[in-house]
């Protein structure tokens, strides 16, 4: 098989045998790739259209209990600069964010054990009493199947976890010894069996990932069977252990969303921050290669560049305000089209 006929396969059956993948990823050209994001767009638009949505986006605590050797908010990381929002705070972020027109809103942060299992259901039923046709989605870390039942029961929607990785030997070169696979596994297939519309997902070229690793996580994948899936390329940290990493690359990084969009073309593929940071057309290039969702930043200004994930984080200054119509301008010269409503995955579809 030819790549051409590999990625005609792709679009047909949405698989492809492991060894016509392996060999689709070693060797496709940079003419071939405009063929597969083509074939990419050609599925997101069946399902999507050519509507992009948005998440407004608020990081609200940077303190971390895990130690991930990737992560600029790991514990370890002595020079990170602290905050935590509290919970009132939380709930005015989202009201401006619903403001400004977001019909859906992430709450992320560290794994942050401050804030009480009834402290976050709180926030989430505060939020869906004042806005009841707003998506709440949690990307919180961890936890136990009753707490994630508890944030469910409270309104919460949507999880946000990616497994990072789903080979076992390449999750312990990225994690310190206290997090397994395992438990990260567990969580997602809670997640799942909850109700949510859960997200996974894993970085690309993160420092020992092979080929192998990639075809791992994109199997993983096919047993979860995700509503939203997030990846973005590693970008070293200069305060963590892998300080001196390359970066993963833009081009992986677009190949596989293309990839992915052929394997799951109802799904919701956001475009990264992370991609948005290693070129500043990043996030364009992602929606061409078949993302459907952006995720701006809501998160109080003065706060922003406290959650450092990795070294040049971009959108860490500017007013939320600007966020959206930054993000809306950019869209648009795609050739696509900024919704403001929930996009829930097909299967959620009221
Ligand atoms: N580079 C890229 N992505 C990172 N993340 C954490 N650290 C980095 C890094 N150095 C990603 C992880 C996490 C998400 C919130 O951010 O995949 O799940
Ligand atoms: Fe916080 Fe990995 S460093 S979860």
Known sequence: MNNIERINLLEKERDLPQEEMRALLLTITSEEMEILSKAARRQREIYFGKDVYLRGIIEFSSYCRNDCYYCGIRKSNKKARRYRLPGDTIISCADRGYTLGFRTVVLQSGEDLSYSTDEICRIVSTI???????????????????????????????????????????????????????????????????????????????????QDDIISDLSFIKTLKPHMIGIGPFIHHSDTPFGNQPDGSLSDTLKLISILRLMWPDALIPATTALGTIHPKGREMGIMAGANVVMPNLSPKDYRKGYMLYDGKICTGDEAAECVSCMTGRIESTGYKVVMSRGDHPDFRK
């Open 128 to 210: 869906k009493n004042d806005h009841p046709d707003m998506a709440v989605t949690l990307s919180i870390g961890e936890k136990s199947k009753a707490e994630y039942q508890a944030y469910f029961d409270a309104g919460a929607e949507r999880y946000l976890l990616r497994e990072e990785t789903a080979s076992e030997a390449h999750y312990m070169k990225l994690h310190p010894a206290e997090l397994s696979l395992e438990n990260r596994k567990r969580c997602l297939f809670d997640l799942y069996d909850i109700g949510y519309q859960v997200g996974c997902g894993f970085m690309v070229g993160s420092p020992y990932q092979t």
